[in-house]
């Protein structure tokens, strides 16, 4: 089992920064796609950013283009999210996840195996 440990999240005002950290147990952390996820209440969890098992292939919902940066340190089984520009709409629990069947980005939701516990993010008006 890969447990999954998130660091980060808050309340910050409209315009304001964010970055979010999730740690990996195992070995194999370098071969897993990660991804980043996030639900607000009364909503389904949905995709934010995902990132290839080397950092070189990433996506980006459109909601988040241009503003989330998702990266990763494999010496320290690491995945980040740096979030700029956040919006109200941004406000959610954020959840990293880890898909160890693919190199590749992963963009369907059932497909990644391990999620870690999730963290509120909060984008006050």
């Known amino acids: 089992q890969v447990q999954l440990v998130q660091t980060g999240g808050g309340t910050v005002q409209s315009g304001d920064s964010l970055n979010l950290s999730c740690v990996a147990s195992?070995?194999?952390?370098?071969?897993?796609?990660m991804g980043w996820f996030r639900q607000a209440p009364g909503k389904e969890r949905v995709l934010v950013a995902s990132?290839?098992?080397?950092?070189?292939?990433?996506h980006y919902s459109d909601s988040v283009k241009g503003r989330f940066t998702i990266s990763r340190d494999n010496t320290k089984n690491t995945v980040y999210l740096q979030m700029s520009d956040l919006k109200p709409e941004d406000t959610a629990v954020y959840y990293c996840?880890?898909?160890?069947?693919?190199?590749?980005?992963?963009?369907?939701?059932?497909?990644?195996?391990?999620w870690g516990q999730g963290t509120q993010v909060t984008v006050a008006d």
């Open positions: 996840a880890a898909d160890r069947t693919s190199r590749d980005v992963q963009l369907v939701r059932v497909r990644y195996d391990y």
């Open positions: 195992g070995r194999a952390f370098s071969t897993y796609a």
């Open positions: 990132i290839n098992y080397s950092g070189n292939n990433t």
